[in-house]
């Protein structure tokens, strides 16, 4: 890889992390359109997304520091979970990644199989685009999270 394309895939992370698409979808779809080979390892994707966990850290980095906090935090679980918004979200953090978790041990080589795909990759975001816009038409698009709703999103 050349750093041109470096700089391109780079700049493809950066601008579809934000965005409600996925980014690794789209830096798939780049490596494919540059000619690079996306099979045999991640670790460009790995350096491309950690440069986007610096950047959220620092923007984000009190909001951050409460829900760490929140997250060692385990007594009045009830109360807290109902009241505390930066508690239910640790609560979120870690069922999300409990639930990506499973999936990736029961999956993971399939998975990253078929990620390495374009066409699949392809497919999946327009699935996704098709799920964001059936959003548009909900009644209540901005209905509470629950644990359910939270495993389905990071899914």
């Known amino acids: 890889m050349t750093w041109w394309q470096a700089a391109i895939l780079g700049l493809i992370q950066g601008i579809a ?3 409600p698409i996925s980014s690794s979808g789209h830096l798939v779809l780049g490596q494919y359109l540059l000619g690079l080979k996306t099979t045999g390892g991640v670790t460009f994707e790995v350096f491309v997304h950690f440069g986007t966990v610096l950047s959220i850290v620092t923007v984000y980095y009190a909001r951050i520091g409460r829900i760490l906090k929140e997250a060692f935090t385990f007594r009045d679980f009830e109360r807290r ?18 639930a990506t978790g499973i999936i990736y041990l029961l999956f993971g080589e399939q998975l990253e199989a078929l990620f390495e795909s374009p066409r699949f990759v392809c497919g999946m975001l327009l699935v996704t685009g098709l799920l964001l816009l ?6 209540n698009p901005e209905g509470d999270l629950n644990p359910l709703k939270v495993v389905l999103i990071g899914l």
């Open 17 to 19: 992390e934000f965005l």
């Open 134 to 139: 059936l959003t548009l038409f909900r009644r």
């Open 81 to 98: 979970y109902h009241e505390n918004e930066d508690y239910r979200f640790a609560v979120f953090i870690l069922i999300t990644l409990v």
